[in-house]
C-alpha cells in the first residue's frame, strides 16, 4: 500500500480550510491497534455539513466501541482539494489514518438528500471505486449506502453491494464483522453478499427478484441504545458546532407531507433522566458551548420539562447556551425560551389557510397563531416562518393566506409593542411529494405554476412593511422530487449528469439545470415523469421495503386530506398506522 | 492570570485562528477550569492570545493569558489532560496582571527548511495576493536578523501590529536556494518584545 501520508500533508497550506482534512478532532477514538475489519463512513459534502450528522456520528461510535473493528470518515473534499488529489494522483483518504477509502473493508455512504446523488459518484470518483457494483473486482472493498435516502434507494442502487434500509445502529456492525467473516474464510464476493442478505434492513440490489422485500431495520430498545457519549469536536467550525442530544425518535403529529414522520416511526422516546445524563456526558466530554435537543417536534416530548429542569442549572452555571429547534406553535410556552439568548423566534405554519393546514394535517390554529403575542410580550421581535407552496389542493386564495398570517402577526404585535417594529421573515418551500407518505401519489406543481406562484406571494409581500421572503429554486424542487421518486432508470442518469459536470447540486453556486435536463433527455426521460401524480395501483418503486406504515394506512390518510379531515396526534390514541409491529411505540 | 506556553504542532497547525479561539474555550471548558468571565451585555471568557500564527506553521512557543484563580500547576495539568494532539501546554507562568502579549510582542523566530547560509535580505521584495490583487512589498526592515540554528537557517522576522508571515517569504527562499520549502516546514521557536531597544524573550519576562 502506497503510503500518501506526507504527500498529502504538502497540499493542505494550499487548499482552503485545511482543517476539513487534517484529522486530530478531540475525542478521536485510538486507531494504533489492528481491526478484523474496518468501514470508511463517506458523507458526501463538504466536512462542515457532515460533522454536524447525528447519524453518522452514532454508527462512529458503535463500530468504534467493538472489539475488533475500526471506523473511520471522510467527507466530500471541496473543488480545490479534489483538483489537487487528481493533479498528485492522490487517491480519497480517511481523515483519521489517511488510508485510501478503496482498501477498506466496508465503505459506507451515508445519503441523506436527493441532491446528493452526484457526490456519492464524486466520492467513488476520486477514492478509484467503480461506480456500479456489478462491475467491482472480487477483492475490492463491500460498498454500502445507508442513511435517509434508503426510503427509496432505486435511483441509486446500481452504485451500491448493499443498503442498509433504515436505522443502522444493529445492521452496519453486523454487516462489517459478516463481511470480515467472510474475507477471512475466503468466500467470495457473491457468497459475502448472501450472507449479510438475511441481516434485517439490509437490501441486496443483486439479489432483487420478483416478490423481493427488505423490512426496514429499526432500534428496538430506544432507551438504552448506544448514543454518542464522547461526539468528535470539529476542528473547522461545522454548521451545527454544538452537542446534539436526540431526544425521540418518529413523530406523533402525522403531518402528511413529512417522510421523516413516517419513515421513523415507531414512536420512541428516551426517558428524561437517561437524556439528561447523555447531555451531561456530552458536553462534558467535548466542551461545547451549546446544546441542542432535537427531534423532529422537540417541545412535544413527554419529559420536555423535566429535562429542562435538571438541565437547566448546569448549563447556567457552565454559560452554555441551550437552543429548542422546531418548535410547534401550540405548544410553545414563553419561558421555553428562557435559557437561551435567542431573539427570532422560528415557527413553521407551513400552510396559509385552515382549511389547507386541515389537508395537511398540520394541526397549528389560527387561535394558536394568536397566542405568538406571548413572545412578542416576552420581548422578540423578529419571527421566521416557514411555509411550502404547491401543497395538494393549494389554490391562489391559501397562498394570500400566507400574507394574511404577516398581517395578522404585526397586528398583535403593534398591540403588545406600539414603539417598535416587528421583523419577518417568510421562507417558502416548494412541496415536494415524498415516498413513504399519504402524499407520495400526489403530482408536484409544474415549473411555470412554481414561478406563478412565487410571483404572486412575493407581489404580495412586498406590501406589507418589515417582511422579507425568501423562496427555494423551482428548478432543485424539479430535481429533487423526480430523484425522490425515480427508479433504477434514474442510475443512467446519475451517472451521466456527474459525468457531465454535475456535482454539490444542493448548492445554488454549482446546480447545473441545464446538464440534469440533458441527462434526462439523453435516457428518453423527462423529470416530469417522476413528478407526474401516480395511480393508486401503480407499483411504486419503493413498495418492496415494508416501513412498518401500511401502504393502505397512507391511502387512507390521503382520502382523509382531499376531505379536509384531520387525524388526531398519535399522543391522543394510536391512529393503527402499522408500525406497531415494528416496535413499541413508548407514547401509548 | 496564568500564561500557559503551549505549542502548535501536527494536525493542530491547520486549525485557523478563528477555530483556534473556539477550540481552547471548549478546552477550557472540559479541563473545568474556572475562567473569570467579562461584565456587560454579552460577557465572555477572559482569554487572551499572542498574535495569530500563519495556517500550516508549526510553533513551540504559542501564549494564552487565562484569567483565573487556579494555580499555575493545577491549569498546566488539566489543559494538557483536555487538549487535542499537538495543541498542548509545555508550561504555566503565574502573573499579577495580563502581561497583554497580543500587543507587546514585536517578534519572532521561524526556523526554515533550509541549510543556514548568510543572506543578504536588503531590499527582499515579496509578493503575495491581498483581497485578490497582487502586492509587491519591501520587507528587509522586517526582517531583523538571520542565524544558525542545529545547521537550519533561522530568521528573526517582525510578529504583531508590524507583521511579516514567515510562509510569504518561501519563495523568495526558494528562489535564494534552488529548492522548494513548505510552509508545513516552518517552525517558530521563540516570541519577542522589545524593551530599551533590545529583544527580550516571552519567556524571560514571564518567569
Ligand atoms: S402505531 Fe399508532 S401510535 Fe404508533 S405511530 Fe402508528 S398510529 Fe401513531
Known amino acids: 500500500m502506497a503510503d500518501f501520508v506526507s504527500e498529502f500533508e504538502k497540499l493542505l497550506p494550499e487548499v482552503e480550510k485545511p482543517g476539513r482534512y487534517s484529522g486530530g478532532e478531540w475525542n478521536t477514538p485510538d486507531m494504533s491497534s489492528p481491526a478484523r475489519g474496518d468501514m470508511c463512513f463517506c458523507f458526501p459534502d463538504l466536512y462542515e455539513i457532515g460533522m454536524s450528522n447525528l447519524g453518522v456520528q452514532i454508527l462512529y461510535d458503535i463500530i468504534n466501541r467493538a472489539e475488533g473493528f475500526r471506523a473511520e470518515r471522510c467527507f466530500a473534499p471541496a473543488l480545490d482539494m479534489a483538483k489537487k488529489l487528481r493533479e498528485h494522483g492522490i487517491p480519497l483518504l480517511s481523515i483519521e489514518t489517511k488510508k485510501p477509502v478503496k482498501d477498506f473493508t466496508v465503505v459506507g455512504v451515508s445519503i441523506g438528500f436527493e441532491l446528493l446523488y452526484t457526490n456519492v459518484l464524486y466520492m467513488m470518483d476520486l477514492a478509484g471505486i467503480t461506480f456500479r457494483a456489478k462491475d467491482r473486482k472480487e477483492e475490492d472493498a463491500i460498498v454500502i449506502a445507508g442513511g435517509p435516502c434508503s426510503v427509496n434507494p432505486e435511483p441509486f442502487a446500481p452504485f451500491f453491494d448493499a443498503i442498509v434500509c433504515g436505522e443502522g445502529e444493529d445492521a452496519d456492525l453486523e454487516l462489517l464483522r459478516r463481511v470480515a467473516e467472510g474475507r477471512e474464510k475466503g468466500l467470495t464476493r457473491a457468497q459475502i453478499l448472501n450472507s449479510i442478505a438475511d441481516i434485517e434492513g439490509v437490501y441486496v440490489p443483486s439479489l432483487k427478484r420478483e416478490g423481493y422485500r427488505v423490512k426496514k431495520a429499526v432500534v428496538k430498545d430506544f432507551e438504552n441504545a448506544p448514543y454518542i457519549s464522547k461526539p468528535l469536536v470539529p476542528t473547522v467550525e461545522s454548521v451545527h458546532d454544538r452537542a446534539t442530544l436526540e431526544l425521540y425518535r418518529g413523530c406523533a403529529s402525522g403531518c402528511r407531507f413529512c417522510q421523516a414522520g413516517f419513515w421513523y416511526r415507531p414512536i420512541r422516546e428516551r426517558s428524561a433522566k437517561r437524556c439528561a445524563e447523555l447531555a451531561k456526558d456530552m458536553l462534558k466530554s467535548t466542551g461545547f458551548g451549546e446544546l441542542s435537543l432535537c427531534s423532529l417536534s422537540t417541545s412535544d416530548y413527554t419529559g420536555l420539562e423535566a429535562l429542562e429542569d435538571e438541565l437547566s442549572p448546569y448549563c447556567r452555571e457552565r454559560g452554555i447556551t441551550m437552543a429548542l429547534p422546531s418548535l410547534r406553535i401550540s405548544s410553545f410556552k414563553p419561558d421555553m425560551a428562557k435559557d437561551s439568548r435567542k431573539s427570532s423566534l422560528t415557527f413553521a405554519p407551513e400552510a396559509g389557510t385552515q382549511r389547507l393546514r386541515d389537508v395537511i394535517n398540520k394541526n397549528v390554529s389560527e387561535a394558536e397563531i394568536d397566542k405568538i403575542s406571548v413572545a412578542f410580550e416576552a420581548g422578540y421581535d423578529s419571527i421566521k416562518l416557514y411555509f411550502m407552496m404547491g401543497l395538494p389542493t393549494e389554490t391562489d386564495e391559501d397562498i394570500a393566506g400566507i400574507a394574511e398570517i404577516c398581517r395578522r402577526l404585526k397586528r398583535l404585535y403593534m398591540e403588545k409593542r406600539p414603539k417598535r417594529g416587528l421583523n419577518i421573515s417568510v421562507s417558502c418551500a416548494v412541496f415536494i411529494p415524498k415516498p413513504c407518505t399519504p402524499f407520495q401519489w400526489e403530482e408536484q406543481i409544474s415549473f411555470e405554476e412554481m414561478k406563478r406562484r412565487q410571483f404572486y406571494l412575493r407581489g404580495l409581500l412586498r406590501e406589507i412593511k418589515g417582511v422579507s421572503f425568501s423562496w427555494h429554486g423551482a428548478e432543485t424542487s424539479v430535481l429533487e422530487a423526480a430523484l425522490a421518486r425515480g427508479d433504477r432508470r434514474l442510475s443512467y442518469v446519475i451517472e451521466d449528469a456527474y459525468r457531465a459536470g454535475a456535482c454539490f447540486d444542493g448548492w445554488s453556486e454549482h446546480f447545473k439545470w441545464d446538464v440534469w435536463q440533458a441527462a434526462f433527455e439523453g435516457r428518453g426521460l423527462t423529470m416530469q415523469m417522476f413528478t407526474r401524480a401516480r395511480d393508486l395501483d401503480e407499483e411504486l418503486p419503493w413498495d418492496f421495503i415494508d416501513v412498518g406504515v401500511d401502504k393502505k394506512y397512507l391511502a387512507k390518510e390521503r382520502e382523509l386530506a382531499y376531505r379536509g379531515v384531520t387525524t388526531k396526534n398519535c399522543r391522543e390514541g394510536c391512529n393503527g398506522c402499522g408500525a406497531l409491529k415494528m416496535g413499541r411505540c413508548t407514547i401509548l | ?207
Open chain 2, 1 to 207: 492570570m496564568i500564561v500557559l506556553k503551549y505549542q502548535k504542532c501536527d494536525e493542530a497547525r491547520f486549525i485557523s485562528h478563528i477555530d483556534l479561539l473556539r477550540h481552547i474555550s471548549r478546552i477550557l471548558l472540559r479541563a473545568e477550569i474556572p475562567v473569570k468571565r467579562s461584565n456587560g451585555f454579552n460577557p465572555h471568557a477572559l482569554v487572551f492570545f499572542s498574535p495569530p500564527l500563519a495556517l500550516g506553521v508549526t510553533s513551540r512557543a504559542e501564549y494564552l493569558t487565562i484569567d483565573t484563580d487556579m494555580p499555575a500547576g493545577e491549569v498546566l495539568a488539566r489543559f494538557n489532560a483536555s487538549t487535542p494532539k499537538g495543541l498542548n501546554a509545555i508550561c504555566a507562568y503565574g502573573c499579577e496582571k495580563n502581561p497583554n502579549l497580543q500587543a507587546r510582542v514585536v517578534a519572532a523566530d521561524y526556523v526554515y527548511p533550509y541549510p543556514y547560509r548568510e543572506i543578504d535580505f536588503s531590499g527582499v521584495v515579496i509578493e503575495y495576493q491581498k483581497k485578490g490583487e497582487p502586492v509587491k512589498e519591501d520587507v528587509s526592515a522586517k526582517i531583523f536578523s538571520a542565524r544558525d540554528e542545529g545547521g537550519m537557517l533561522c530568521l528573526r522576522l517582525a510578529t504583531g501590529g508590524v507583521n511579516l508571515r514567515p510562509d510569504r517569504l518561501l519563495a523568495t527562499l526558494d528562489g535564494i536556494y534552488g529548492e522548494t520549502g513548505s510552509v508545513t516546514d516552518i517552525v517558530k521557536t521563540a516570541q519577542f518584545a522589545s524593551e530599551d531597544g533590545k529583544f527580550v524573550n516571552i519567556d524571560d519576562i514571564l518567569s
